[in-house]
């Protein structure tokens, strides 16, 4: 029950892109295509913003994307908006029925 | 709409116990594996367990086993969590979410749950 790896902060300009990195194992993310995003603004729930690795649900805009290379998954948030500005938490399952989160990567909109 | 509703939440000593309750409506409770999940004061998101439809399935996180129990009633549409031993590090809000393949699609809003003398 290992935590993934992510970076603690991002930032960009209105309008710019950011990417977000997941690093986990082969008994995670490598192992499976179950990779999910959130994002958490202060004070509320996370919200679902991409999963099974670039899966969007209804509502989230397509500037959220996601996707996965080997032990590694990542989020892209391309024209950065002022709401944008917000905490992100990847998460994948891990076996077992267990779920590993990473340790969030705070985004700034610059 | 799909609505959780968590409650239970306050100050407790180390030691002691607390029940969490999280009410569900909007969907078919019965039919999806639901999870809890805590974010300490500050800190990130960590996965504290799950439960199957029929009640009987469950995983927990290693800190949490033998002293967490989750359990739900799907005639109440409620899911619960009974906290005992408690510690100083499980201070923490606690959200309840419903687990759809490895994605939480659908969140509480939390309720605190403070350990401390």
């Known amino acids: 029950q290992s935590a993934l790896t992510q970076p603690p902060s991002a930032s960009g300009s209105p309008g710019q892109s950011v990417t977000i990195s997941c690093t986990g194992t082969s008994s995670d993310v490598g192992g499976y295509n179950y990779v999910s995003w959130y994002q958490q603004h202060p004070g509320k729930a996370p919200k679902l913003m991409i999963y099974e690795v670039n899966k969007r649900p209804s509502g989230v805009p397509d500037r959220f994307s996601g996707s996965k290379s080997g032990n590694t998954a990542s989020l892209t948030v391309s024209g950065l908006q002022a709401e944008d500005e917000a905490d992100y938490y990847c998460?994948?399952?891990?076996?077992?029925?267990?779920?590993?989160f990473g340790g969030g990567t705070k985004v700034t909109v610059l | 709409e799909v609505q959780l509703v968590e409650s239970g939440g306050g100050l407790v000593q180390p030691g002691g116990s607390l029940s969490l309750s999280c009410a569900v409506s909007g969907f078919t409770f019965s039919g999806d594996w639901m999870t809890w999940v805590r974010q300490a004061p500050g800190k990130g998101l960590e996965w504290v367990g799950n439960i199957k439809q029929d009640g009987i399935d469950k995983d927990y996180l290693d800190s949490v086993k033998g002293r967490f129990t989750i359990s739900r009633d799907n005639a109440k549409n409620s899911l619960y969590l009974q906290m005992n031993s408690l510690r100083a590090e499980d201070t923490a809000v606690y959200y309840c979410?419903?687990?759809?393949?490895?994605?939480?699609?659908?969140w509480g809003q939390g309720t605190l749950v403070t350990v401390s003398s």
């Open positions: 979410a419903r687990w759809i393949w490895g994605r939480l699609d659908s």
């Open positions: 998460s994948s399952y891990a076996g077992s029925n267990n779920l590993a």
